[in-house]
C-alpha cells in the first residue's frame, strides 16, 4: 500500500482530516427508511415474542444457547465496545468520534483487527486485514487514540471518582 494512500479508495487521509466536522442529526434517517425501520422492529419484537413462548411452553433450550451466554459474556464485550467510541465527541468526522486503541496481536487476531476503530468507519471499504496499514497512513491524523484498554479504562473512569 502506497505511503499516504489507501489504495482502491482513492482518498488521501490529509484530505479527509481537513473536512469540516457537523454535529451528528437526529433526524438523519429518510421517511422511506422509517418505514422500513418499523416493519424490522415489529418483526423482532415478534420474533423475540414468539422464543419467549417456545422457552416457557415446549423447551428451556433458549435459555441455555442465547439467554446465558448473553447475560454472562454481555458485561466483558460492553466493557470492549465501549473503547470504541466511548467520550469520544459526537461529530460527523470519523477521526473524531471512534478511538484507535493501540492492543496486542492476540486481541486484534481475535478481535479482527476492530481497535483500529476509527480507520475502520472512516474507511469501512478497508478489509480488517488491511487495517493495520490503514492505520499507518491515518495515524497523524487521529483525534482520539487509547494506549490499551487498561489506559482507556483509568481515562474513562477518572471523571467518575
Not at 505511503?3 to 479508495?9: D, F, K, Q, R
Request: charged share 15%; glycine share 4%; proline share 7%.
Amino acid at each position: 500500500m502506497a505511503s499516504g494512500h489507501l489504495g482502491i479508495l482513492g482518498v488521501k487521509a490529509a484530505h479527509a482530516a481537513r473536512k469540516r466536522p457537523r454535529i451528528v442529526r437526529s433526524d438523519h434517517v429518510s421517511p422511506r427508511a422509517h418505514t422500513r425501520l418499523k416493519t424490522e422492529s415489529r418483526l423482532l419484537i415478534a420474533l423475540y415474542a414468539a422464543g419467549t413462548v417456545f422457552t416457557l411452553t415446549v423447551s428451556p433450550i433458549l435459555i441455555w444457547i442465547w439467554a446465558l451466554p448473553l447475560a454472562l459474556g454481555f458485561p466483558v464485550l460492553r466493557l470492549y465496545l465501549l473503547a470504541e467510541h466511548g467520550r469520544c465527541p459526537q461529530v460527523a468526522n470519523m477521526f473524531e468520534n471512534s478511538r484507535t486503541t493501540l492492543t496486542n496481536k492476540v486481541v486484534k487476531l481475535l478481535a479482527w483487527n476492530m481497535p483500529y476503530h476509527a480507520e475502520h468507519h472512516a474507511y469501512p471499504n478497508v478489509p480488517f486485514h488491511n487495517l493495520p496499514d490503514a492505520h499507518a497512513v491515518t495515524a497523524p491524523h487521529l483525534e482520539v487514540i487509547a494506549d490499551g484498554y487498561v489506559a482507556f479504562t483509568k481515562t474513562y473512569t477518572l471523571p467518575l471518582k
